[in-house]
């Protein structure tokens, strides 16, 4: 019976977050029980196309990309896929009315990792847009299930959060990206000469964007707020301690929070959110 192929689907999904997410896992157990499953859904297609463009060396990567997007159209269209990670992304999109072209517009800055691009001003704004802010949408899609006005009134404030994740995981992995990858994304930064007033510049940019997300955070519904606010309280920890160390350290170490301190900066957040004093 389909449901149970369904239910498998999101087993697929929810096991490929846990996987590679710690973090997301955390913040998707705090939200409320029936939107958990969509979210895992669609992390697990996220996860999957980005992990073509980034880790699959010695692989044709550009063919495994068109397939997976064109499995991922058919499976839209068709309502069901063999791919399990299609099959739950697909169920996400009909059941929330999820918009195709921030699908189409995630698989395009998708596209762009797989070849050296120069990232000036105007590029760096689509990959992100792309990457990182669109994912935020679907997501919120899921959050403010069939009411559009508070969708399009916290529209800015969720791409604002995903730009902010997405810089600060930028900044954590400059020197994976630049010397394994062959990757920069900031614009008119030289990593072999990455200075202290560069990587200043860019932190002002970050705390920019975590400040009006946080805006929107506390007009989510109450089913979505805390584990949202639990993602922010982890990336907004993980960029105050990339502040805190030197632009050159930044480019020998990949900063990380603990295991220890995630437990603990989920209780204060859960403890935060309960009281209401976000």
Do not use: W
Not at 120 to 138: F, N, R
Not at 248 to 265: F, H, P, W
């Amino acid at each position: 019976m389909k449901p149970l192929f369904d239910s498998v689907s999101v087993s697929c999904s929810k096991l490929t977050t846990k996987a590679y997410s710690t973090s997301f896992s955390l913040g998707i157990y705090f939200l409320g029980k029936e939107i958990r499953n969509p979210i895992y859904s669609i992390y697990g297609f996220v996860r999957f196309a980005d992990e073509i463009v980034d880790s699959f060396e010695g692989y044709d990567k550009e063919t495994l990309l068109r397939e997976f997007k064109e499995e991922t159209y058919k499976a839209i269209d068709r309502k069901i896929s063999l791919n399990p990670i299609l099959n739950a992304f697909q169920e996400v999109i009909h059941r929330y009315d999820i918009d195709l072209d921030l699908v189409e517009t995630f698989l395009n800055s998708m596209e762009m990792d797989l070849e050296k691009v120069d990232y000036t001003s105007e590029k760096y704004d689509q990959y992100i847009l792309g990457s990182a802010e669109v994912v935020g949408l679907m997501c919120l899609r899921i959050f403010t299930h069939g009411h559009t006005n508070l969708y399009e009134d916290l529209t800015p404030y969720a791409m604002k959060l995903g730009a902010a994740f997405q810089k600060v995981n930028f900044l954590r992995d400059l020197k994976a990206d630049y010397l394994d990858l062959g990757r920069t994304y900031f614009p008119n930064i030289e990593i072999e000469n990455f200075t202290a007033e560069a990587k200043s510049e860019i932190e002002v940019e970050i705390a920019a964007d975590f400040a009006d997300a946080l805006i929107g955070i506390k007009q989510l519904p109450c089913s979505s707020r805390g584990g949202v606010y639990l993602a922010y309280v982890y990336y907004n920890s993980l960029f105050n301690k990339i502040k805190n160390i030197s632009a050159q350290k930044i480019l020998t170490q990949r900063v990380r929070i603990s295991n220890g301190a995630k437990l603990g900066l989920m209780v204060n957040s859960m403890v935060q959110h309960k009281m209401n004093i976000l």
